[in-house]
């Protein structure tokens, strides 16, 4: 239930948003230390994807604590030491002891993980709506390692933002969506049953390159050379189209004189689309993208081999605009959701939402594992490490203790962002947790979280607020280092910029020196 | 950050940042200026404004989403606002002042909550939850009603209402008939799916001049062009049209490429050659026995001769996309080769082709099409700025024309669904439970800014009528509305005023799912990278001592 922030940059461009790694970013920031807590966004964003405002937030917290026993006399290496033994042990116990396997949980689990990264986001009310897009999507891209598992590069998601209409109407479609138009409106609007050609060239006029010249002799030759322009590319088209092809692709322009072939052949060309989408679709309908129709021998052929297959290709108009959509392609699946919102703002945050579920669901299904969300994780931690700390009589006795009220930032930054009393949740999250490890019949009760809509605790397993494991686990990783990084330094020197020696050189000129 | 003492810059200093209470009423504040600046152009009697632009032009309009596009602003919040007014513009076309002043009163309903130190979470979800419930209503046949498309009397009555709030207001019945008939041409309807693509097919022509009566439609289209040659038929009825996209000249290949003369006869063989090309175009087109040929290019003197010579007009340099709605007014097919002309594309379906000299220029019309699928609406008007404010009038009346098409459900006008609504929300406000409770509430509260906005502008006594409106609405009385032009209360059916389904849904939409996003944001960080100016400035007495 966080909120969002609202950042304009110097050329008044406004973005909202309530992603960590985002907000950071666009935040200029200049002090050295903080641009390690910014880039540890950003690597958690890479990594998992989500997560990144809870790692600074616990990287942040542990340097606090750090200084606090610093100011206490204790060496920092100690502390680095108690730190990274806390790490472990932690990381160690989500492992054994937290993970759900989703195998336990069922499909559901999946959906309910999607869910709970958006529920702080923007689209948090539609987030069941939303939830069941993103797993569709992402089953969707799946493609097997060959090594019995699966993988989801979710980068294959194509996400679109259209403004209108409300963000219930956003919608999946099984297939790619190219935003595009086709080239000519005389074209078929719709065609079944199609047959893909992408190409990575031009369908203009043939024109030589750049500084090679003709020399001619006989000015005969003159136009037959013009004629033999336009030819080239006329059998081009039509080699394509007798390979049966009846849309057509390319990254380059199409000349106007081409298109009446495409349209006396009821094919639907499309010109300008990128190159990235234009790969995509190659990959998802078994095309292959030609960036040149020369074979081996020099000639130019065009090979029905490398034609992509889709049970239909429409143009449909969305909003003001006009999209290309190819639908159920046949050699795998693809998904693109079209995103709708009431102006441009809301779509670039709901896209960065969606991304971020995009990343959990994938992890989820990779890992097939999950932890209970909600700040249970963190309290179990925390407790757990406690006990931990008092095993051991060493010096990092003190630093340990200390990540494990760290950790609790998280409990208590839900809590009161929810505008919910802290200091009367947090503790009866910590006692339920305590009970779970200490008695052996209270075990269930180490999935109890808190329920921010109701300020209660409660058992988040059964409510279905799930975590994947990995990102928690990532997370105390990133976080650990990053406070590490940052202890270590006791010395800061700062380089001025060299704009000194010029005004050393412009005072000594004034003066007549030079 | 550490707890140091001095304190320690982390932000670049340049950047401002406020967060908190204070972020969240500035937003509601932005959000309601801007609904303040058209809060007058809403209903029949509603307000032109008058806007300069930093060039010095001119926009008079009533429009909210021309005013707000105008204006700039520099908050945040409020370039959200104007954004919206531009979704509901592009998405349906009407209604662009409602949604704004919607979104501003349910920002501004807000506050209270707010200040009572609710979290915004809570009030979010209550809003979302009254939208939901509201849109359930909406479709419902209680409020809202379908239409059947052939009856022309339910659909003229339909966009009169909507036009009915804007400067055409006075010309109703045309520019109903001119909506009705431009939407009815340029109609395809292919199997189950309808196409209307009004920005393609339907041109407004504005032409200065002449009484705003005179505004039509054509059963074809018109341009501003002349034949090339004054010799040539400037009239022909039934023409037989050829459309080509290529000069009709001696164009050069694309490859670079250089003659070596060596010969003297050799350069006026050249020469030869070029008039030989433009002789063979011109022989192609010819055998068809063309009336009229119509070029995106341009067209030599020669080919004029030539073509002017076999009683054949030519118009060059035509706007790509004004050739594809003449290809398709027409039938003709646009050739690029002339080799490759055919029978089949020369188009018949035009029935007159004339020249018409309006003002000081000469306008092409191709009228009487047998079945136009493209049309030109020809505007005629006192002066070029009320012309802009009569297009974006009609364009607003063509959206509305298509939205019935498309889906053919009306809900009552002049706020009598806002009321309707507002108060079925307020009984379905008391089954919810919690502190959501008081948000929902005052979400459905917002929703009768409309009818009092609507009696405001018309300088009724606005407490006395939401009262007994309201009065009218729990006797279970759903059409009743208030009426623009008088300011009194009465039955939105016998005043015959209704609005698309479409257009509503989506202002309810747009505004609460605005209001949400507003209402979410607590930071604001703005203003960065002013550090380079700074550099600049220091490099630049370098530079000059360089110089010397």
């Known amino acids: ?514 | 950050m550490m707890g140091g003492g001095q304190p320690v810059i982390v932000l670049n200093q340049n950047t401002r940042r406020e967060s908190g209470r204070k972020v969240q009423l500035q937003n509601i504040n932005a959000g309601k200026m801007i609904a303040d600046v058209i809060r007058t152009c809403l209903g029949p009697r509603s307000m032109l404004k008058m806007l300069m632009d930093p060039m010095g032009g001119i926009v008079m309009t009533s429009d909210g989403n021309a005013i707000l596009r105008e204006i700039t602003v520099q908050h945040p919040a409020a370039k959200h606002m104007i954004e919206i007014a531009r979704t509901q513009d592009e998405e349906v076309g009407d209604g662009t002042t409602s949604v704004v002043i919607l979104a501003g009163e349910m920002l501004a309903v807000a506050e209270q909550f707010l200040d009572a130190k609710m979290h915004p979470i809570i009030i979010i979800q209550a809003y979302r939850q009254a939208l939901e419930d509201a849109l359930e209503l909406l479709n419902s046949d209680e409020f809202s009603m379908k239409v059947d498309l052939d009856d022309e009397q339910k659909m003229v009555e339909v966009i009169r209402s909507c036009v009915g709030t804007k400067f055409l207001g006075q010309y109703g019945d045309m520019a109903c008939r001119i909506a009705m008939e431009a939407v009815k041409i340029i109609t395809v309807e292919t199997g189950n799916t309808v196409e209307i693509d009004v920005k393609k097919w339907a041109r407004i022509e504005k032409i200065p001049g002449g009484r705003i009566e005179d505004c039509c439609v054509l059963d074809g289209l018109m341009f501003n062009k002349d034949v090339t040659h004054p010799s040539m038929r400037r009239r022909i009825e039934k023409p037989r049209l050829i459309l080509v996209d290529c000069p009709l000249e001696y164009k050069k290949g694309e490859s670079q490429t250089n003659v070596e003369i060596t010969g003297e006869t050799d350069f006026s063989k050249m020469l030869e050659l070029e008039e030989e090309h433009v002789r063979a175009q011109c022989a192609d087109i010819i055998a068809l026995k063309p009336d009229l040929v119509i070029t995106e290019k341009g067209v030599s003197d020669l080919a004029q001769h030539f073509l002017s010579k076999a009683n054949i007009s030519v118009i060059r340099r035509v706007k790509k996309s004004d050739n594809n709605r003449i290809s398709r007014a027409s039938g003709a097919t646009i050739i690029n080769r002339t080799e490759e002309l055919k029978e089949e594309d020369v188009g018949t379906g035009v029935g007159l082709f004339e020249i018409k000299k309006i003002g000081d220029e000469y306008f092409t019309f191709l009228t009487g099409c047998t079945n136009p699928k493209a049309c030109t609406l020809l505007l005629r008007g006192p002066s070029k700025d009320l012309l802009n404010e009569v297009e974006r009038n009609l364009h607003d009346a063509l959206f509305v024309a298509r939205n019935m098409r498309l889906s053919p459900a009306v809900v009552a006008g002049g706020g009598a669904i806002e009321m309707a609504l507002s108060h079925a929300l307020q009984e379905k406000a008391k089954s919810v439970s919690g502190i959501k409770q008081w948000p929902y509430t005052a979400l459905a509260q917002a929703l009768e800014v409309i009818p009092r906005t609507l009696a405001q502008n018309c300088g009724g006594n606005i407490i006395r009528l939401l009262t007994s409106l309201r009065a009218k609405h729990a006797a279970g009385e759903k059409t009743f509305g208030v009426n623009g032009e008088t300011g009194e209360l009465c039955d939105m059916k016998e005043l015959r005023i209704w609005e698309p389904l479409a257009v509503k849904q989506q202002v309810y939409k747009t505004a609460v799912e605005t209001a949400v996003m507003l209402l979410r944001i607590d930071d604001i960080v703005s203003g960065s990278k002013k550090m380079k100016e700074e550099s600049g400035a220091g490099a630049m007495p370098t530079d000059e001592s360089m110089m010397q």
Do not use: W
């Not at chain 1, 939830?131 to 992402?138: I, P």
């Not at chain 1, 962002?417 to 490890?437: G, I």
């Open chain 1, 1 to 514: 239930v966080g909120l969002d922030k609202m950042i304009v940059d110097d050329v008044g461009d406004v973005t909202v948003t309530n992603d960590g790694a985002t907000i950071l970013k666009l935040l200029e920031v200049e002090h050295p230390a903080a641009r390690v807590l910014v880039e540890l966004a950003q690597l958690q964003d890479e990594e998992v994807g989500d997560g990144t405002t809870s790692v600074v937030i616990i990287a942040a917290e542990l340097l606090k604590a750090a200084d606090e026993l610093v100011k206490q006399k204790i060496h920092p290496t100690s502390i680095i030491a108690g730190y990274k033994l806390a790490c472990k042990e932690a990381c160690r116990y989500i492992q054994n002891n937290l993970t759900i396997s989703t195998d336990d949980l069922g499909k559901d689990c999946i959906v309910a993980a999607a869910r709970t990264t958006m529920s702080s986001k923007v689209i948090s009310v539609d987030s069941e709506f939303f939830g069941q897009m993103v797993v569709d999507a992402a089953m969707a891209v799946r493609v097997s390692d060959g090594k019995g598992g699966y993988k989801y590069p979710i980068k294959a998601v194509n996400i679109l933002k259209a403004h209108g209409r409300s963000a219930r109407e956003s919608v999946l479609i099984d297939g790619y969506a190219l935003n595009c138009t086709i080239a000519s409106h005389a074209m078929k609007k719709k065609v079944i049953g199609a047959k893909i050609a992408c190409l990575d060239f031009s369908l203009q006029k043939e024109k030589m390159k750049l500084g090679i010249q003709i020399l001619l002799s006989d000015p005969t030759k003159l136009e037959a050379i013009r004629q033999r322009e336009a030819d080239i590319t006329k059998e081009r088209v039509q080699k394509i189209l007798k390979a049966g092809a009846n849309v057509v692709l390319t990254t380059g322009g199409i000349d106007d004189l081409c298109l009446k072939y495409f349209v006396e052949a009821d094919a639907i060309a499309v010109r300008r689309c990128k190159k990235v989408d234009l790969k995509r679709i190659a990959k998802a309908t078994g095309a292959t993208l030609l960036t040149t129709l020369c074979n081996l021998e020099g000639e130019e052929v065009f090979e029905v081999s490398s034609l992509g297959e889709a049970a239909e290709v429409t143009q449909e108009r969305i909003c003001d605009d006009e999209l290309i959509l190819i639908k159920r392609p046949a050699a795998r699946s693809a998904a693109s959701i079209i995103l709708r919102g009431p102006n441009d703002f809301y779509c670039d945050e709901m896209e960065r939402s969606i991304h971020d579920a995009l990343c959990v669901v994938r992890r989820v299904m990779e890992s097939n594992s999950v932890v209970v969300g909600g700040g249970a994780v963190e309290a179990a931690l925390s407790v757990y490490l406690e006990n931990f700390a008092t095993t051991l009589s060493s010096r990092e006795q003190l630093a340990i203790a200390a990540f494990a009220e760290s950790l609790l930032v998280i409990p208590s930054t839900l809590v009161i962002n929810a505008a919910r009393d802290a200091t009367e949740l947090v503790p009866k999250l910590r006692s339920f947790h305590h009970s779970s490890q200490v008695k052996a019949e209270h075990e269930k009760l180490k999935y109890y979280g808190l329920d921010l809509m109701e300020g209660t605790v409660r058992d988040n397993r059964e409510a279905g607020v799930f975590e994947p494991g990995i990102s928690k686990i990532k997370q105390l990783k990133f976080a650990t280092e990053a406070a590490i990084t940052i202890l270590r330094i006791d010395d800061m020197i700062r380089l001025d910029p060299e704009q000194k020696e010029e005004s050393h050189y412009q005072k000594a000129r004034q003066q007549g020196m030079l």
